[in-house]
């Protein structure tokens, strides 16, 4: 690939503290690439001390593949015996290096280092036999905590009914005031046999929420929004 000036810039760029911004499709991988076998080729660097993160496996492969690649075609190149064993070893190196997601870098670091994790009192901070969650185990999770809130909701009303029967006060004037809203939220939303359909909303609701970068500030908006509502309908929104 035919490097522009501002690419072969940073490829030239000498050995230091560097920020690259560039666009999706402008050809980073590319050049990070060529920088770091680059610096491998020229004795500058060993591949057992390189770091490379990013941000999806897919990415990291392409990069290590890409790296793999050009080692070879410099190996391929040479004709100096010591250079050819140098890159040689370079490559018998890169399989176990750590270019890789940043996820998987930080997990890396936790597993080497479990035994440095430990509290004021010297107990461990980490069951060594941890497992990283594969995103299947988060969802169940995360439906039956959902559940479970709904679950505490209705024992909370069998809780205050049977109270209410067995005291003299009257039940309306005992009610909380949040029994009658939840009803009304699960009338709109569930169905006469279940209340999956109002699952599945808290669940939609709590996955965009923890999406937004301020997500309390977000809810604090809209419920002022709804306030403003309820006192001027016409001009709510």
């Excluded at 969802?139 to 039956?144: A, H, N, P, V, Y």
């Excluded at 005992?174 to 569930?190: C, K, N, V």
Aim: aromatic share 8%.
């Amino acid at each position: 690939m035919k490097l522009t000036s501002q690419q072969q810039k940073i490829l030239d760029a000498p050995v230091g503290d560097i920020l690259v911004s560039a666009a999706a499709g402008s050809g980073k991988t590319a050049v990070l690439t060529d920088r770091i076998v680059q610096r491998i080729s020229r004795g500058e660097t060993d591949v057992q001390h390189l770091l490379v993160m990013t941000f999806t496996e897919s990415a990291a492969h392409e990069m290590k593949t890409r790296i793999e690649t050009k080692l070879r075609d410099a190996l391929s190149e040479s004709r100096d015996m010591r250079r050819r064993q140098y890159l040689s070893r370079q490559l018998s190196l890169l399989p176990g290096a750590a270019v890789s997601t940043i996820h998987a870098f930080c997990l890396r670091v936790i597993r080497d280092f479990i035994y440095l994790l430990r509290d004021a009192s010297d107990q461990p901070l980490l069951d060594a036999s941890f497992s990283v969650d594969d995103g299947i185990e988060a969802e169940l999770i995360l439906g039956e905590s959902a559940r479970a809130i709904l679950r505490d909701c209705y024992e909370r009303i069998d809780e205050w009914q049977d109270g209410s029967q067995s005291s003299e006060i009257s039940s309306e004037q005992d009610e909380p005031a949040w029994i009658r809203p939840f009803y009304r939220l699960t009338d709109s939303y569930g169905s006469s046999r279940t209340d999956q359909p109002l699952l599945d909303l808290l669940i939609a609701q709590y996955q965009y929420l923890r999406s937004l970068p301020d997500y309390t500030s977000f809810i604090h908006e809209r419920l002022s929004d709804l306030a403003d509502a309820v006192l001027d309908f016409s001009s709510s929104r």
